[in-house]
């Protein structure tokens, strides 16, 4: 039971499986519940989970590291199901927005490690109290669970951190056909929580929402069912809600010298509190999928710039072909991956990590599908904006899309022992 | 490679997995990418997947046969994500709704094996056509996908036919606490798509509303992103998102007796279309999470009638101990589970098979979570009425919980070699 191992800075090695007399503080016991399930593995944040999508899942009771030089859930190999939030704080105070990011921190430290949010959490305490942990991923393994912590500039603005505001979280412009809901963009703070069972990430951001009651409230969320990027050469690339495979070309954990120069904020790029962190940009992508639907396959791929089924590239034979981008060559001058290239954008590149997206129906008759658009980069507005200024105005596939919401969050470094959520800003 | 197997009715006994090369017409060819994946398993309807929630998935290449003596998707054992649709006719013309009713049901039945919607339905068609299939579950597996078809009161009407009105069809009466929103209720017909991978259960739905554009329109749907029932006694109890088990005493497929007497429309019981059919309630219940949340332990079980951590009723042990309900006994008088039990109902059943979901937020700051509850039974207004005023008057949930959708359909029996979705009902 539980091959252990260790994050790059003193990750938790085991995981149990969250119960009555599970993971109790630091000294791990392992609950009789834990030691019926398949072994838990460790996943360095270097190391990769492979299989393609719909291939036999990885171990359910996977655990990755909490700790380390960078936050999980970035280049974490991409699991399979997404809840994100987002929070607006409800107080100014910043002795008690450190108390909450205390407490979320043990509490997410504790959850992707497949325990509940406090020892005994869910059954163990004061039965004449409410309980510290809402129960329903009791008996679940870990899941690979990892949880990721962002802050926006209206964060900074509320409490009085002006002067830590980082280039990077200054406002997107408006960019052509955005619909932009305020109550879907936004927001002081971000959880993204990734799982590959998706009640285990419903479970760890309604208890951090929980545990915010009188400091935060929630004021998005979102739910993605299915991966649509690969962010380790080991996972098959999926495919999004045009049937294409999508971020063939995504930066990946494999690549460190790519990593440094278009994911990870170095010293010098802005303030220190931000330095070996990242920036979120997400973007909510309503797909019109019924218009798309009535398109010709021969006309999707000259849009895309990829053939359907292999997701090669047009005028190539295998998905990891070199584009062709030559002049006059079999990629349209417009093709969705000719816009999006490094070639076209002088170099840049993102690490995107989206998941696809069914809210139900739009009461006109269809579904109200699409994309959660993720991506990690160093700096917004030299990486996302030249993008999507490109795509706004060229892509054809826009002519499928709304951006209905839109949010930009710093996110910090990864933690050492005993540091907190925020702590690098919050101690600035 | 794929072990044969057959259901009751000639159901589809092999499943390769999508691809260009895949499954072509009733002679099953395997992709090459098909050879790639582990073995496939064909599950017979009376047969159990097994597997804790959150242990090991069960073979992501499972097939479920589609034909049968009774649809799948009832007692099937209930897989882990749902995508529910209800959908209006746009046409009042019965050649119409017969002839997408077959071009339906062969979809259904290569999905379900599978295969794309059509034979090289995503790629392998005309290019200067649109595609026969969105193409998003390309390379991935059956997933036990089943999908289950009923049709709505307003169906009948709209298409001439309220001589083969059942009475379980008549409408729900109104319950204390009902806030059904119009946007979310009733529908001309509904399917309901279960599989283990929600990618491959929201493709289904997607190209069923596809095909069916010009004659039927999406009115609502629902994902739920994890099971809260058992329909197999190999199956172990989820916890709903107030942290309990669900639906331990739920009917099970391996008690034909109580499934005979409880959930199969019995010849005499109404119009012959529906004989070895059922109704599906389905109620969409908002959950106010964070209320509950607040509420202590002890109440949460008093509340509830079994203790949070084992599922165990109050004053037994284990979760499938026989509850006390001796007046005076340990379980309150207003306990949901003494107000659901077949002994304060007269000996009343119902086949349990919601699903946990989260849709975004509520604009208020909270998470719009809840359970889709979905039951099927042989009669709705001796069944579901019943049990529902019982909870609705007394309850103490109740004051948790909000109805906001509600919607009842028929769903006819299997279908034979050849026979189409509603066949019995549009040819009666």
Redesign the interface.
Known sequence: MGAAGSGPAGGRGRAG?R??AGVRGAGVRLSRRALL??GAVAVGAGAVACG??????A??DRVVPFRGAHQAGIVTPAQD?L?F?ALDLTTTDRSRVVALLREWTAAAERMTAGAETTPGG??G???????E?????????A?SLTLTFGVGASLLTKLGLEAQLPAGLAELPRFAGDRLDP?LSGGDLCIQACAD????A?HA??NL??TG?GTT???????G??RTSSTSTAQ?T???????KDGTNNLKAEDPDALREHLWVAPGDGPAWLDGGTYLVARRIRMH??IW??????E??TIVGR???SGAPLGGTGEFDVADLSPGGPIDVNAHIRLASAQELGGVKILRRGY?F??????Q?????GLFFVAFLRDPHAQFVPMQQALARHDVLMEYVEHTGSAVFACPAGLGEGAYWGQSLLEA
């Open positions: 499986v119960g009555r399930g398949a393609a999508p719909g291939a036999a899942p171990a359910a199901r809840h939030v869910a059954t305490g004061n039965p004449y109290a409410p309980p942990d809402t129960g329903e991923a009791l008996g679940l393994p899941s109550a069972d998706p009640q285990v419903v951001v309604r929402v929980r009651f409230a929630v004021r998005w969320s979102q739910l069912f299915g098959a999926p495919r999004n809600l045009f049937g294409f999928v019924e639907d009535r398109t010709s396959l021969a999707q791929e053939t359907k089924g696809n069914v809210d139900g129906s739009d009461g008759g269809h579904l109200n599908a």
